[in-house]
């Protein structure tokens, strides 16, 4: 498990593409890729390029760039509600595209490290976190309001509060900030959590935070101080924050442990041990959960009592999330060849809805 880790942690350190012909389109990409959808299209950052699929039928609407390059695009893409998909990269700068043509309409490329982590949008600001160990908040047209040093690399997509006009960052220095949306002022820290975080936090109406360490932890905060409420020891590192649904926190570690957890007093609703290590949050959908794993399937499973009631094998490693789009269930595998399909669609019963999409070279 060790090897594990430090390979997981190289995977996002460094570049970690192997170019081989970058104009042939010939090239073995070692880091997870990234997907958001609208009602019409998968947006995927695989590496090299992304793709605009058609959610009907798999077919591919357009690139960017046309031909692959070294820029690495691996970061879930953002869609804005004033028509932009934020795709940050591993050249140390953030692009705004457009999303009908995949015109660039600006970039910032004021970071000096590499971009591991998608922007969050809130109030009209655009926060994107750094590998430099800074957060750059943007206007919507890319210009710099304000930059906070935190010091340590910012592997994790904020976190917002409307109740408080705050963003909440998880950083690697074992840490949670609390910043003003407009000037970037410190409004608390939190102590230090024994552990790097890398997982988005999940945010409670009541005023809590959830967040998940690699000190084998989950931990609750006070949202309005960062004082700890609770702590929650699991079987190894939690590598994603957890999903927050009917004051149950669903979360995996990466031994392959999938909780399900009282979120007022941390009581252990349920777990399992499905396959493999778990690096990313499930998808809830009314009774049921859909959850991937390091391994090559997809588990549905029943949120009340955790029972796993169909599984899928999808092939490949899967790193990512699962992502719902209507009845539409999208899977990205991590490419293994050139010729390995990069993005799968199944019904919501697990069955395949279209052939799976492999880029025309």
């Excluded at 910012?154 to 690697?172: D, K, N």
């Excluded at 009541?206 to 967040?211: D, K, M, Q, S, T």
């Excluded at 931990?219 to 702590?231: K, V, Y």
């Excluded at 957890?242 to 777990?271: E, I, K």
Aim: aromatic content about 12%; proline content about 6%; charged content about 15%.
């Amino acid at each position: 498990m060790k090897s594990k880790k430090i390979y997981l942690i190289i995977l996002l350190a460094f570049f970690s593409i192997l170019i081989t012909a970058c104009t042939s389109g010939a090239y073995a990409s070692t880091s997870w890729h990234g997907l958001t959808t609208d009602s019409d299209a998968a947006y995927l950052s695989a590496g090299t390029q992304v793709y605009k699929i058609d959610l009907n039928n798999g077919s591919e609407m357009w690139r960017y760039p046309d031909k692959p390059n070294a820029k690495g695009f691996y970061a879930n893409p953002v869609l804005t509600s004033d028509g932009q998909l934020l795709v940050p990269s591993y050249d140390n700068v953030l692009y705004s595209l457009d999303p009908t043509t995949n015109a660039e309409k600006w970039n910032f490329a004021g970071s000096h490290n590499r971009l591991i982590a998608s922007p969050l949008v809130s109030n009209d600001k655009i926060f994107q976190p750094s590998s430099d160990g800074y957060i750059y908040a943007l206007d919507m047209n890319g210009k710099l309001l304000w930059k906070k040093e935190i010091g340590e690399p910012l592997w994790a997509q904020p976190a917002a509060s409307p109740e408080c006009g705050c963003i909440y960052l998880a950083a690697m220095d074992h840490t949670v900030y609390s910043l003003d949306e407009s000037t970037g002022d410190l409004l608390w820290q939190s102590p230090e959590l024994g552990g790097a975080l890398v997982g988005t936090p999940a945010v409670s109406p009541e005023g809590a935070l959830y967040v998940g360490t690699f000190g084998n932890e989950l931990i609750a905060l006070d949202a309005t101080n960062g004082t700890i409420l609770w702590r929650y020891t699991t079987e190894d590192w939690v590598w994603s924050g957890p999903v927050l649904a009917d004051n149950v926190l669903y979360f995996g570690d990466l031994s392959g442990f999938f909780y399900a957890l009282d979120a007022t007093d941390h009581s252990l609703v349920w777990r399992i041990q499905p396959q493999n290590s778990i690096l990313d949050r499930p998808v809830l959908l009314d009774d049921s959960i859909y959850l991937t794993t390091e391994g090559d399937t997809l588990f549905i499973i029943n949120k009340s009592d955790g029972k796993v009631v169909d599984s899928r094998v999808i092939g490949g490693l899967i790193y990512a999330s699962p992502v719902i789009s209507g009845e539409t269930i999208l899977i990205a595998p991590t490419m293994q060849s050139k010729t390995d399909p990069i993005l799968y669609a199944l019904n919501l019963d697990g069955s395949q809805k279209w052939t799976p999409f492999t880029p025309a070279k």
